[in-house]
């Protein structure tokens, strides 16, 4: 590892900024992992599109569908292509808790910058807090590499700002992807940010959050990739904007990316997420490749529809 245990928190402070993004993972039509086709992504996504770092095997990669040797070569496959010119923060959620710290050791031991944990689906409803605590103390105290919290809706409930206020305490917890509303995630800013980097993977948020809750870090979705190219970099270019305090600038740029995101928004059908993007960037040029069971596959008016606005989006190919 770069940092010790308890020097976690001041090295992702140094270098975890940027744009960072969670990678779809691309499957063959016999459901095996298209390895190639992943490490042509990461290095259109690190060398062309500028990506900082990388969340390899989260929900977007449908981890769900993959066994413990599939999502440690997931993990290796990154660390191999990005080498030392982006970051990699590893998913290794598990609703088995020895599974988890199986993938967070492989991914210590193989170099990765960090890990990310989302919150356990708990089975009682009593003294949660004190539960979801404890869950991250025992990982903290296993691994020494450092871990961020996710708090999301598919957990059955959302950490309080409070709550991940407390687990902020603990050494080597260093940032928290929190797909909550704004109100919370903008709390837990102003409680934690001494000691835990705060973000969200909303897109359509993250120049608001750069400007209004001086965010250095956007942890992550698949927007970064799906919204620029190797020829139109605009989200990279409205994020060095903000950061470099040039805010209509920001907002102008920012503003010219709204035909891209409503066509991407409103040709994406509820349940096929995945699905959906994976044929966006398959019209870009990227291995997109099909989804695995039991996530549905779209339909060919459904490709239609996506190809169509696509075309009309005005993104530079």
């Given at each position: 590892m770069k940092y010790s245990r308890l020097d976690a928190k001041e090295y992702a402070r140094a270098n975890m900024k940027g744009i960072w993004a969670a990678a779809l993972n691309p499957f063959n039509d016999d459901f095996l992992l298209d390895e190639e086709?992943?490490?042509?992504?990461?290095?259109?996504?690190?060398?062309?599109?500028?990506?900082a770092g990388l969340f390899i095997a989260g929900k977007q990669g449908e981890f769900f569908s993959?066994?413990?040797?599939?999502?440690?070569?997931?993990?290796?496959?990154?660390?191999?292509?990005?080498?030392?010119?982006a970051g990699t923060i590893m998913s290794c959620s598990d609703q088995n808790f020895?599974?988890?710290?199986?993938?967070?050791?492989?991914?210590?031991?193989?170099?990765?910058?960090?890990?990310?944990?989302?919150?356990?689906?708990l089975h009682?409803?009593?003294?949660?807090?004190?539960t979801v605590f404890n869950y991250y103390r025992e990982i903290c105290?296993?691994?020494?590499?450092?871990?961020?919290?996710?708090?999301?809706?598919?957990?059955?409930?959302?950490?309080?700002?409070q709550l991940c206020n407390r687990v902020a305490e603990l050494p080597n917890i260093v940032a928290i992807k929190y797909s909550v509303p704004r109100p919370m995630y903008a709390e837990l800013t102003k409680l934690a940010d001494d000691r835990i980097i705060v973000s969200t993977a909303s897109e359509e948020e993250w120049l608001d959050?750069?400007?209004?809750?001086?965010?250095?870090?956007?942890?992550?979705?698949?927007?970064?990739?799906?919204?620029?190219?190797?020829?139109d970099r605009r989200m990279h270019a409205y994020t060095q904007a903000a950061f470099n305090g040039e805010i209509e600038e920001a907002r102008a740029?920012?503003?010219?990316?709204?035909?891209?995101?409503?066509?991407?928004?409103?040709?994406?059908?509820?349940?096929?997420?995945?699905?959906?993007?994976?044929?966006?960037?398959?019209?870009?040029?990227?291995?997109?490749?099909?989804?695995?069971?039991?996530l549905?596959?779209?339909?060919?008016?459904?490709?239609?529809a996506t190809r169509i606005a696509f075309e009309g989006c005005g993104l530079k190919l």
């Open positions: 086709g992943m490490r042509r992504n990461i290095r259109h996504w690190v060398d062309d599109i500028g990506i993959m066994s413990l040797e599939e999502r440690k070569r997931n993990f290796e496959i990154a660390v191999e292509e990005t080498g030392d010119q020895d599974a988890m710290i199986e993938l967070a050791e492989h991914a210590e031991a193989i170099g990765a910058d960090y890990i990310v944990v989302h919150a356990s689906i009682f409803i009593t003294d949660q807090d004190d105290e296993q691994v020494n590499i450092g871990i961020a919290m996710w708090s999301h809706p598919d957990s059955g409930y959302l950490m309080s700002p959050n750069i400007i209004e809750l001086g965010w250095k870090l956007y942890l992550c979705s698949s927007p970064p990739y799906l919204l620029q190219t190797k020829n740029i920012s503003r010219s990316l709204d035909p891209v995101r409503k066509a991407l928004k409103e040709t994406r059908p509820g349940g096929k997420p995945q699905a959906q993007q994976k044929y966006w960037q398959e019209l870009l040029g990227q291995a997109g490749g099909t989804v695995r069971p039991p549905l596959q779209l339909t060919e008016a459904e490709k239609e």
